[in-house]
């Protein structure tokens, strides 16, 4: 290292890159949106046994039509995983948003991020693109997952989309009652 060196700009980390235009969200109190356009299911259904069995808190999944995911709250990334987000909601909602059952073995193959933690999101921003084909290949279920991860801290959390039935990503889905 030369005696320069230490002021030479250090180059900036790269920023995720940019995502496509946000969806409008049906964001009213304490109501989440759908991730996702597509078929929504009930979380029982879902087809892995952490989900299906409300390990990870209530919700629903939805069968994806397209391949970008929106938030579906507005607050903080908390985490960021290649195929997952975690959101805490402005309100105090804590959200789990989960791509496809297993994909966590892609290493985040077919997956890219718009959001970083600490990023701030209204529900209906992009957060991220999967690539269907590459989960298909990979043999895993693509469904998007959407669960209230403190779903304890809430009377109850219900499913206000009717099961089987399609909706717009931006759609109110779940109900958060306190």
Known sequence: MGLFDMFKKKPEPAAAPAGPASVKADAAADALVAPV???VVKM?????????GEVLGKGCAV?????????PISGTVTVTMGHAVGITGDDGIEVLVHIGVDTVDMNGKGFTGYVKQGDKVKAGDPCIKMTKADIAAAGHPDCVVLAVSNTPEFADVQLIADPESTVAAGTAVVKVVR
């Open 37 to 39: 356009s597509g078929r």
């Open 44 to 52: 029982t259904d879902v087809p892995d046994p952490v989900f299906s």
């Open 63 to 71: 069968w994806p039509d397209d391949e970008t995911v929106y938030a």
